[in-house]
């Protein structure tokens, strides 16, 4: 008899455990032709800023795919972008996978679908998800050879746009604010990556920030500038792009900027235009004869407006100058 419930509870115990497996499956489904397509790509990079999609940059990315399998990927939310990209061009098919753990990060199947793909959006929701989930996994390898061997357009909106920089906002201890980050560059909220995540063309040394008009994030990314300074030695490189806005980054490094907000590239004033005091718990002050950070604007349009040229970092056209500097914790514009 206890053998009899012995057998009865393995076997209930198994079937379980191939429900719950099951259920862990990553896809939230896919529109289109689920027979995936081979299909030549060409390389390109769009940082969204959250809110309203842009619609054209979708497009671009699916004319760049050559009509093939696009995948999005999240660590929360819904299918909800299978249709609304299958229905924007000639995708072959859309599928949503929802990778929420380093185990299905680390999943064959979803390396193998994240390698198929001839385009990949990552959708919006929480970095430090993304960081926590697929930072050392079979995704974070997958990703980097979409973009850089297989030539495939990737993009990312708000979080998904957060974390495709070489150094990133990991927000591992929550958001931060302008205010926060000014008083104190090494407030615990400022938390950063460098070079152990992401490695895509065009985006050495620069940092993303997204929602950049309507969350007041100038102060932020001007902080984030001067810690990659501070920390990591280099000229420190960002582009904040306001939501319903996407910055284009072609496979030659050339930019444009399509939607209804702003992107804005910045970069610190040359190697020797260093903070002047970036140091815990006192404000930070970058001024530099009010031109500690040079900055370029690019207004967005429905075709794609203006042109940056990540390669050289220099402005081609379509755009406005300006300088940011920062006295004693207090953003200036010059
Ligand atoms: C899906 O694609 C395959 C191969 O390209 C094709 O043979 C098949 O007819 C397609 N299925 C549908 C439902 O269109
Ligand atoms: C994508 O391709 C279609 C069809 O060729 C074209 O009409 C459209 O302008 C392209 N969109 C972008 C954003 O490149």
Not at 42 to 57: N, P, Q, R
Not at 222 to 248: H, P, Q, W
Request: one cysteine or more; proline letters at 3%.
């Amino acid at each position: 008899m206890d053998c009899i419930k012995f057998i009865v509870y393995n076997v209930l115990l198994s079937a379980l455990s191939f429900l719950c497996e099951a259920k862990g499956k990553p896809s939230l489904g896919l529109v289109g032709n689920s027979t995936g397509v081979t299909r030549s790509t060409s390389g390109g990079t769009v940082l969204v800023g959250g809110g309203t999609d842009v619609d054209a940059a979708m497009q671009w990315m699916i004319n760049k795919s050559g009509c093939g399998d696009f995948v999005v990927i999240r660590a929360s939310g819904t299918d909800a972008y299978n249709s609304y990209i299958y229905d924007l061009g000639c995708a072959n098919s859309v599928e949503t996978l929802l990778i929420n753990s380093p185990t299905l990060a680390n999943d064959p199947e979803v390396d193998t679908k994240i390698r198929g793909a001839e385009a990949l959006f990552i959708a919006g929701g929480d970095q430090a998800d993304y960081v926590n989930y697929w930072k050392g996994t079979k995704v974070q390898d997958a990703l980097n050879y979409l973009r850089n061997v297989k030539k495939v357009p990737i993009g990312g909106t708000s979080a998904g746009c957060a974390i495709l920089g070489q150094s990133y906002f990991s927000a591992l201890k929550g958001s931060v604010t302008s205010s926060q980050a000014l008083t104190n560059p090494y407030h615990t909220y400022v938390t950063l990556g460098y070079n152990d995540f992401l490695s895509l063309p065009y985006l050495s040394n620069v940092i993303t920030d997204s929602h950049f008009s309507s969350r007041d994030r100038t102060g932020r990314l001007v902080t984030f500038l001067a810690r990659m300074n501070k920390e990591y030695g280099v000229v420190g490189r960002g582009i904040g792009v306001d939501e319903s806005t996407a910055v284009c980054i072609e496979n030659d490094g050339k930019s444009k900027v399509f939607g209804s907000g702003t992107a804005f590239f910045l970069s610190q004033n040359g190697s020797p235009n260093t903070p002047e005091t970036c140091v815990s718990g006192s404000p930070l002050h970058w001024y530099r004869n009010r031109q500690a950070v040079i900055v370029y604007k690019i207004a967005g349009s429905q075709l794609g407006s203006g042109s940056f040229d990540l390669t050289t970092w220099s402005p081609v056209s379509g755009g406005v100058s300006q300088y940011y500097y920062v006295d004693h914790g207090t953003l200036g514009i010059s």
